[in-house]
């Protein structure tokens, strides 16, 4: 993916398939980040450059696995996006294993990996008919979102989990 200089701003590799909690008949509807298990990982990035995520947090150049989380219910929380689903940043060399792993493990990984207190972030929008191809859509306050799909099986029906990565816009929020 280029920025609007030409320039790259990022690489990323969706996964080859994941294990949805979706039945057949959910998978046939479209299936939505709430069908995965939250710390899921969806994809890998890599930034070639110092890169800003969507809490106007500064990203280390580097390789980072991209795993599924929902964002916390609190009054810290309330309004800073228009959605609740996210991708966390974990650096790969410290995220060494594609299983599952507890919420907050995941919220201290990514923090650490991005030498914070906070993890380092991607919104999710919701993108419920993937293309056969990655498409970069434009949406308002100069958000840009990736839009692919990652293969899955739900009780022997295979389909596609459309992702809406944000790979470039800040949250409006102060």
């Known amino acids: 993916m280029l920025d609007e200089k030409g320039k790259p701003l990022c690489t990323v590799w969706p996964r080859k398939a994941v294990e949805p ?3 057949a008949d959910q998978a046939k509807e479209g299936l939505k980040y709430t069908d ?5 990982i969806l994809a890998a990035v890599r930034f ?3 890169w800003i995520d969507y809490r106007k947090q500064k990203t280390k150049p ?6 599924l989380a929902i964002q916390p219910m609190d009054g810290d929380h309330m309004g800073t996006a228009p959605y609740n689903e996210f991708c966390l940043l974990c650096a790969a060399d410290k995220d060494t294993k594609p299983d599952i792993m507890e919420a907050m493990a995941l919220h201290e990984l990514s923090a650490k990996s991005g030498g914070r207190k906070h993890p380092s972030i ?3 929008f919701p993108n419920p008919k993937p293309g056969d191809a990655p498409k970069v859509e434009a949406k308002p306050n100069d958000t840009w979102v990736l839009n692919f799909g990652v293969p899955v099986t739900a009780g022997g029906q ?3 989990l459309g992702v809406g990565l944000v790979v470039h816009g800040v949250t409006m929020a102060e």
């Not at 995965?36 to 899921?40: D, I, K, Q, R, S």
């Not at 580097?62 to 795993?67: A, D, I």
């Open 21 to 23: 909690k979706a039945a």
């Open 122 to 124: 991607m919104l999710l």
């Open 48 to 50: 070639p450059e110092t």
């Open 158 to 160: 295979k389909a596609a």
């Open 36 to 40: 995965l298990e939250e710390t899921t």
């Open 62 to 67: 580097g390789v980072y696995t991209l795993r």
